[in-house]
């Protein structure tokens, strides 16, 4: 049950802990957290049909980058795995240099799990009952590889449909192998640690929601030898 129940739609949770129906949920509809060590990954659910072309697959230009995530607990640095998933990278830097992540949250926080945001919804509090459910307007095809979800590892959500993600993505606080080759990984952390452990382990309530905002003020894609 463990198993079937973080299947849900990671969207929602991460998958599937995106939206209203994020929470725990069963397998076919959302994304449940339950058991976070073998749970399924976040999802979201189904969005309105896409009304916006996917980008442009060809994998970004300069492979020596490194995306900081600014939050209100601090600074997350994930370092891409551009032998992996090129598109998905691709479609993280361009959605971040746009400043489509600018002012989200982490509205879905699993301790043990993982914690994932990506959802423009968020950027309202006022629109907490349909957090879990937004995308860019696109989805994007899955590039599942042999990089493991273990702590620190950046992942999409998605829905039940594979080829699902958008700019919803969570990054793992426990070890949930049970995602591998069902979820894209893209990157892990190579610096803000202590940063992951503040928001996964924050208090929450119904729906896995944070009971204090877990601002994402920016993500921005900068030269990895700028970062010390």
């Known amino acids: 049950m463990k198993h079937l129940k973080y299947h849900l739609p990671l969207l929602t949770l991460l998958l599937a802990g995106c939206g209203g129906n994020t929470s725990e949920t069963p397998p076919a509809a959302t994304t449940n957290a339950t058991a976070p060590a073998t749970t399924v990954a976040p999802t979201a659910p189904p969005a309105a049909a896409p009304t916006a072309a996917a980008p442009d697959s060809k994998p970004a230009a300069n492979t020596n980058e490194v995306a900081v995530i600014k939050t209100t607990e601090g600074d ?48 309202d509090p006022a629109k907490e009952n349909v957090w879990g459910q937004g995308d860019p307007g696109y989805k994007i095809d899955a590039e599942f590889n042999d990089h493991s979800h273990v702590r620190g590892v950046i992942s999409m959500a998605r829905s039940a449909d594979p080829n699902s993600a958008g700019s919803q993505f969570f990054i793992c606080h426990g070890s949930p192998v049970q995602l591998d080759h069902q979820y894209t990984t893209f990157g892990h952390l190579i610096k803000g640690d202590d940063v992951l452990e503040k928001i996964a382990t924050t208090p929450t309530h119904p729906q896995d929601r944070p009971d204090t905002r877990m601002g994402v003020i920016s993500i921005k894609i900068v030269p990895a030898n700028s970062v010390n």
């Open 76 to 123: 997350m640095v994930i370092e891409f795995w551009t032998d992996a998933a090129p598109k998905t990278i691709a479609n993280f830097k361009k959605l971040a240099e746009s400043g489509f992540y600018d002012g989200t949250c982490f509205h879905r926080v699993i301790k043990g799990f993982m914690i994932q945001g990506g959802d423009p919804y968020t950027k």
